[in-house]
């Protein structure tokens, strides 16, 4: 357990190495969300019949 005097210090690092631009764009695909990627959207789409 760590004191009300160190949390803020403490916390500031751990963030640091927490939201890093991977682990942001790791937990966005996680949960299904996808920053804009046209060729993603693409590719997902269904081909248009002729």
Do not use: C, Q, W
């Amino acid at each position: 357990i760590i004191g009300k005097e160190h949390f803020t210090f403490l916390y500031s690092i751990a963030r640091e190495r927490a939201f890093t631009l991977r682990n942001i764009k790791a937990g966005f695909a996680a949960s299904s969300l996808v920053l804009f990627n046209l060729d993603r959207v693409l590719r997902d789409m269904p081909k248009p019949t002729a």
